[in-house]
Structure formats: C-alpha cells, structure tokens
C-alpha cells in the first residue's frame, strides 16, 4: 500500500543536483507501479513522480551548467533506469538527479505547466516524426487522454485544423480550450472529416488511444497519402486491419513512444507558441494528501491530470 512518509533530505555528491519539488504530475504509469506492473524491473520501496518542475536548492562541486536558483524539468528516461520508477522520483520536497537529465525553464512556464512537459514532448515528438505538419493539413486526433490533448494543441499551434474524436464530453470541451478546431464522438466523425477535407479524408491521423480497434480505423480514415502516427500503448491486443490500404493509400505510418532529443525544442515551442496547457490539470493536492491524488487520478472520468503542489517556502 502506498504510504506518505517523514524522510530525511537526501545528500549530493560532487555530480549531482537537490531539486526542490515544486509541482508533480501523477500519471497512469504511477498507478501501474502501485500495482507492481512496469515495463522495466523495479523494487519497493520506491518514491513516485517522474512528470514534476522544480528549483535547484544545492548544486555538487563539479556541476557547473546549472546553479541555485535555477527552474528546471528533467527527463525520465536515464539509460537502463526510469526517474520515479527504478530510481526514486520527484513526490518528495527534495530529491536528488543528475544534471545531464535536466532542462532549465523560462519564467513564462509556470511550475504546474512545467510538470506537464514530459507529457507535452510525447506529443510534441510524435508530430515532430510524423514530419511537415502545417496549415494544409486536417490531423484528426484519435483518443484525447493526456497525450492526445497535447498532441491536438501541438497540432493546432502548428496551423493545422485539428480534430479531437472522444466519447467522453469533458475531454471533448478539454480539446477544444487546447486548440482544437473541432471535437466529436467517434460516431460523428467520418461525416465531419468528409465535409472539412472534400471528401479526401485527414492527412494526419495521430492515434493516441491505444485501443486495437481504433488503432485499425486510423488506417481505414486516412486520405490519400496520408501520414499516420501512433502513440497510444497497447499491449497484447489484436484487431482486424485492412492491410491493403497501407499500400493502396501510400499511407506513411510511424510509431513512436516516449520523448528523446526532443527538449530543448519542446520548450522552446511552448514558450513561443504561448500554449495554455492548463485546461490538463483537473485537480491538485499537497504532498500531505498525496494517497488522495493518486485515488482521485483513477477516476477519469473527472480528471485529466492531476497534480501534487508544494509549498516554495520549504
């Protein structure tokens, strides 16, 4: 069972950085880890939080790139490790990482967009392979969980004409504060996308739900040369895909799962896109109510993404 615990402030070494917490997302992976699966082998006990945004409280004597004071991110993915998962994360006041992993943050992102960024980069990098997404383009945005709606904002920051295609309502409203241009349920939206694109069909599919059946479809509404992108996990699932059309259609198809070398640039885009991913954030807590975070972030039908805030003073 989860607990929330009284530790001591951890040292440095002459390598290594003491970030201060300042705003920690809690994600669906978390609760895998609570539940003992992950996708790389790990042991209890472990502290949670690989999405955060932070400020540098103590830097070690060789570290000379980053300095107190400073506001920082950091990626999750370290070699053969993962921040918050095989390597104790962000959902304490302190805690320890290595400045190779970190990114500073402009002042104009604010701490609870900040722990958004790992999230954002998935989406953001995915757009980034699909390649050349532009103002000519309809992408239609299969699945508007976290990654999806970042994806549609990216997509929209980008000059496209995005269409978010989600059963639930409330993301639905969530797509459309993030950017995009249309939201539907998924049985409305063939018709929507024939009457945008004359027919043609969408010349971006981002697949961002993960589901086997929707997966399939991506390839089934895809216009004529269409590019595809899939980034919704799915793990042992099967459904039946019309082959052919890869061929038939030229389809460009690209998978891609988490965020490398991609950063800095994400950053960059956010703050000179001035992208409001706030829309995200349904719920926040402090560290003290963490067990209630982590319940309230099962429940999503409410919440999109929720976040522990703590306290600048300590």
């Known amino acids: 069972m989860p607990q929330v615990n ?19 997302g809690v994600c669906h992976s978390d609760i895998e880890l609570l539940e003992g699966q992950y996708i790389i082998p790990f042991t209890y006990p472990i502290i949670p939080g690989h999405e955060w945004s932070g400020e540098i409280v103590k830097v070690g004597e060789n570290v000379t790139a980053f300095t107190v004071g400073d506001r920082v991110v950091g990626e999750c993915v370290i070699g053969e ?70 994806t549609a904002a990216a997509a929209a920051a980008l000059g496209a004409t995005v269409v978010a295609i989600e059963p639930s309502e409330a993301r639905r409203e969530a797509a459309i504060k993030l950017g995009a241009t249309h939201a539907v349920e998924p049985e409305d939206a063939d018709a929507l996308l024939n009457r945008l694109t004359d027919g043609r ?5 981002m697949e961002a739900s993960g589901n086997a059946n929707v997966m399939a479809n991506a ?64 719920d926040t807590f402090e560290l003290d109510d963490a067990i209630d975070a982590l319940t309230a972030s099962r429940n999503t039908a409410k919440n999109l993404k929720v976040q522990v805030h703590l306290d600048a003073s300590i």
């Open 81 to 150: 490790d993962h921040f918050g998962f095989s390597i104790s994360g962000a959902m304490a006041h302190f805690f320890v990482v290595r400045p190779e992993w970190l990114h500073r943050i402009p002042d104009s992102i604010d701490w609870g967009t900040g722990a958004l960024i790992e999230t954002f980069t998935v989406g953001y990098r995915s757009l980034m392979q699909v390649g050349n997404v532009n103002a000519s383009d309809t992408v239609a945005v299969l699945g508007a969980g976290p990654v999806g709606l970042v």
């Open 201 to 205: 069909g969408p010349s971006v599919v």
């Open 219 to 282: 390839i089934r509404i895809a216009a004529q040369g269409a590019r595809l992108g899939f980034i919704g996990i799915n793990i042992g699932q099967e459904a039946s895909v019309p082959l052919g059309l890869i061929q038939s259609k030229e389809l460009t198809i690209v998978g891609s799962i988490g965020s490398p070398n991609v950063w800095p640039e994400a950053i960059r885009f956010l703050e000179r896109t001035g992208i409001d991913l706030s829309p995200l954030i349904t």
């Open 6 to 24: 009284e530790v001591e402030v951890p040292e440095i070494g002459p390598d290594e950085i003491l970030v201060a917490s300042r705003a920690v």
